[in-house]
């Protein structure tokens, strides 16, 4: 962690929150470009993923004390003191070729620690709390006019819910076995023998007939496929310019270690999916990873973290054109700690995704500041250049 | 096969007032296929494919409108304030099972539980019986339309006989239950006073026919025309003479013969024993206390089985309200108490039917005449659980808003445990909170 980037890094956040224009206009993205319109893919990881397991702040001095058992070691090397979660393969490639960034404390813009609240707000781009009905990215669709919006699964989330017409698609793999509601329902089910012997039959079964094959739609958890089913429907003539995508089972109270390994594993798949789906799509592609807030700083008693406030966003794709960090570093100082516990947020997760629409998709500012993200004229977009 | 006393839907939707109105028209283009007619007293419609496109597209709007009227009926539970009134309705049509298994009496069933149920459900148990064996979603169900005396004047003039179906399952489902102690005589007497119960035909009453000499002799041979909800009488089919069932004999009366015997089988103890244990099975435990049987016997024989006293004495009983849920949801049940859960009501017939059809109960398909099952280890298999599950992950994810603790807890009250509060608290998306409160054993248990 070097002292003077950062100071920098704080100097031209200030600056740009204070209304600077530090917009390089020879490099400002797709607006009036010709030709095949650019793509982004918004995966929300839901449950609060582990920030600092992510983004691995390994040269900060707190970390490991913090952490005990739970520090990440290994991690694949990143600049500013930051290293990759080593189930992350997939994207420290990327990043090693200049196409992946990383914000390591970022958060919504209301502090709440309930997931639901949270992920409402990282979705309907508000200020506050239930101030919207519809999505951001959907509104982004709507001001922007003939963009093709998809959802992957049954339902529309909310980020894509609202005017624009949007489609979706269910990869319609079935519950698996390895399926966290189906452990968390064996929990439930300690005193009814008869419902939880007879739900852990069925999954059985169940995945027994996906492994032979019996079943030819996605499994629900082949990730890797996943992102190759996603990428198919992005490309072509018709293919989907702005994706909505839901990575689940990032709530790690317990047994943090191995859930995060599997978890990021498969997230890494996705985008390796997504990658190599897109073929040359994906030098017009940027794919944001976010999650609705981080978990503790400190570990709790049962091998895992419990809900916090800042988290790691990453951000990948061919049009991501330099690599680095985004926003700033808090560090986990005990007196830069969020309410002494969690890492505290350096920038609101709005300012990203507003540079992402203004750089990438060409949304214009006043959309932005409007419709977009309602009264957000103060969040100036964080990624000034960076395409 | 040509008897007299056979009918097709068609002939008695001409005639009850149809729930289709606008399938009547395509009903009415539909190929001859009715029995009682191929002997020339109508003409033959052209065969071929278009006999069989009209055939096809009959059907499936006569399926299209009892569909309608099933998700007219969930929605209603769904939303009804009178949860348990509307619980009872669904118990007695289930025993009185008239299933859309068999096409015939498919497309009645939603004029079946509004016509002869409903109306019924907090009356006596011998008008219940007698509006639910007359119907016919029940005569078509169960063959009675089609059964002929084999010394009527009908049975006489051609070889056509008796059809035991209704009698033996009034006798062993709907009223004193197969350890009563009747014989196989028991159901053939019963089932010859049973002849002449039916429903109407085309014939009877369509008019600008050129009359012939049988069109007329039909015309005169239905007492009365239609009775209620579409039940004729046909004397020209009914077997002549005295009946003796279960000991007692019953004069020759005609169409009273089988409707006094029917009150006497409803009104026997063990039909008020048998009724007692399965509604306290329905309602209470797959395994019903004792006690609680032994009350609902009581109500119902002191009050001459007034079903609303015994509804009553069921609500009262203590037995009722045990805090340990015994009972595994119907499909039915678990969809209907989903939506009440989340304010909801379903939208469309076939997310619905399809939900019901994964979880293994097709919407009015009940695959017997004796209903749908009702222990815990008919609903809970293995396959069964994963689809609940599948469903209840799509219904959750369809939640917009709102907060499962709240819900949970306004939805299970003092039967929300601690593990489950927990976990739905804990929830690390809504979709999961709704997803894990829709399977906890509190929520899928009663």
New interface residues.
């Given amino acids: 962690m070097t002292r003077s980037l950062d100071l920098t890094r704080r100097f031209l956040l200030g600056a740009s929150a204070a209304g600077v224009s530090l917009a390089f206009a020879g490099q400002a993205g797709a607006s009036a470009a010709p030709g095949p319109r650019n793509k982004m893919v918004v995966i929300i990881a839901?449950?609060?993923m582990d920030g600092l397991s992510v983004v691995v702040p390994v040269d900060d001095p707190n970390y490991r004390p913090l952490r005990g058992a739970l520090a990440i070691e290994h991690s694949l090397p990143m600049s500013d003191g930051f290293g990759l979660h080593p189930s992350l393969a997939g994207l420290h490639s990327l990043y090693s070729e200049g196409q992946m960034r990383f914000a390591p404390a970022v958060a919504i813009p209301v502090r709440v620690r309930s997931?639901?609240d949270a992920?409402?707000v990282l979705e309907n781009g508000g200020e506050g709390l239930?101030q919207q009905?519809d999505g951001w990215l959907n509104r982004a669709l709507a001001a922007m006019g003939g963009l093709k919006g998809l959802s992957i699964?049954?339902?529309t989330p909310?980020i894509l819910?609202g005017s624009a017409a949007t489609s979706s698609w269910a990869p319609g793999g079935?519950?698996g076995s390895e399926d966290?509601?189906?452990s968390?329902?064996q929990?439930?089910?300690?005193?009814?023998r008869?419902?939880a012997e007879?739900?852990?039959?069925?999954?059985q079964?169940?995945a027994q007939a996906m492994a032979m094959g019996g079943d030819p739609r996605l499994a629900r958890n082949d990730v890797a496929g996943l992102g190759q089913a996603v990428a198919r429907l992005m490309t072509g003539p018709d293919g989907a310019d702005v994706v909505a995508l839901s990575v689940?089972?990032?709530?790690t109270?317990a047994r943090q270690v191995g859930q995060l390994q599997a978890r990021l594993t498969g997230l890494d798949q996705v985008v390796s999916g997504l990658r190599s789906g897109l073929g040359e799509d994906w030098d017009r592609t940027v794919v944001v990873i976010a999650t609705e807030f981080g978990r503790t700083a400190r570990a709790n008693g049962t091998g895992g973290t419990d809900h916090g406030t800042g988290s790691a966003l990453l951000m990948a794709g061919g049009a991501v054109k330099a690599g680095g960090m985004i926003g700033d570093w808090p560090t986990l100082a005990d007196n830069r700690l969020f309410e002494s516990r969690d890492l505290a947020p350096a920038l609101d997760v709005r300012s990203v995704f507003k540079g992402v629409l203004r750089d990438h998709l060409g949304v214009d500012k006043a959309a932005l500041d409007s419709s977009v993200f309602p009264a957000s004229a103060d969040e100036a977009p964080a990624l000034n250049g960076l395409f | 096969m040509t008897r007299r006393g056979s009918a097709t839907p068609a002939d008695v939707m001409m005639n009850v007032s149809p729930p289709a109105g606008v399938a009547m028209q395509e009903l009415d283009n539909r190929p001859n296929t009715d029995p009682t007619v191929t002997d020339g007293s109508r003409p033959m419609e052209p065969a071929g494919q278009a006999a069989f496109d009209a055939r096809r597209a009959s059907r499936q709007a006569l399926t299209r409108v009892a569909a309608e009227a099933f998700l007219a009926r969930t929605r209603l539970a769904a939303t009804t304030p009178d949860g348990f009134a509307e619980r009872w309705a669904i118990f007695w049509a289930n025993h009185f099972t008239a299933s859309a298994t068999k096409f015939q009496s498919a497309i009645f069933l939603d004029a079946y539980e509004r016509e002869a149920i409903r109306p019924h459900v907090f009356g006596r148990f011998e008008t219940l019986a007698m509006a639910a064996e007359q119907h016919p979603a029940m005569l078509l169900y169960l063959d009675q339309a089609q059964s002929v005396g084999p010394n009527s004047p009908a049975g006489q003039r051609r070889s056509a006989g008796l059809n035991e179906n209704l009698a033996r399952e009034i006798m062993e489902l709907h009223t004193i239950g197969s350890d009563a102690g009747y014989s196989q005589g028991d159901v053939t007497e019963f089932a010859r006073a049973l002849t002449g119960w039916s429903i109407p035909a085309r014939r009877d009453t369509e008019a600008g026919r050129p009359a012939g000499r049988r069109g007329r002799s039909m015309a005169r041979a239905i007492v009365g025309g239609a009775g209620q909800n579409g039940f004729v009488y046909r004397p020209v089919v009914h077997e002549p003479g005295e009946r003796t069932v279960l000991g007692q004999r019953y004069a020759d009366t005609g169409r009273a013969q089988g409707e006094a015997i029917l009150k006497d089988l409803a009104n026997r103890p063990e039909t008020a024993r048998k009724l007692a244990r399965k509604i306290s099975a329905h309602f209470v435990a797959d395994i019903p206390p004792p006690g609680l049987v032994a009350t609902l016997e009581r109500a119902w024989t002191t009050s001459g089985g007034d079903l609303a006293v015994v509804a009553r004495a069921l609500i009262a009983a203590p037995e009722a309200w045990e805090p340990v849920p015994a009972k595994?949801k119907t499909p039915y049940d678990f969809i209907v108490s989903a939506h009440r859960a989340f304010g909801t009501e379903p939208q469309q017939v076939q997310p619905l039917r399809q939900g019901l059809i994964a979880m293994g109960q097709p919407p009015q398909s009940a695959p017997s005449p004796e209903g749908w099952p009702d222990t815990?280890?008919d609903w809970?298999?293995?396959?069964?659980?994963?689809k609940r599950?599948?469903w209840s992950?799509?219904a959750a994810?369809?939640v917009?808003?709102g907060?499962?603790n709240a819900a949970a807890a306004a939805a299970l009250g003092l039967r929300l445990g601690e593990?489950?509060r927990m976990?739905v608290a804990?929830?690390?998306?809504?979709p999961?909170?709704f997803?894990?409160f829709l399977?906890?054993?509190e929520f899928?248990?009663r």
Avoid at chain 1, 198 to 203: E, H, I, M, T, V
Avoid at chain 2, 380 to 386: C, E, F, K, R, T
Avoid at chain 2, 426 to 430: D, M, N, P, Q, W
């Fill in positions: 839901r449950g609060a997931h639901f992920q409402d239930r009905t699964g049954a339902q909310l819910r079935r519950t966290r509601i189906a968390l329902l929990d439930l089910y300690v005193n009814d008869l419902l007879n739900l852990a039959a069925g999954l079964t169940e689940d089972g990032w709530d109270h | 595994v815990a280890a809970a298999g293995p396959d069964a659980l994963v599950l599948d992950r799509a994810s369809r917009q808003a907060d499962p593990r489950t976990a804990r929830a690390e998306s809504r999961e909170a997803t894990l399977m906890s054993p899928q248990r």
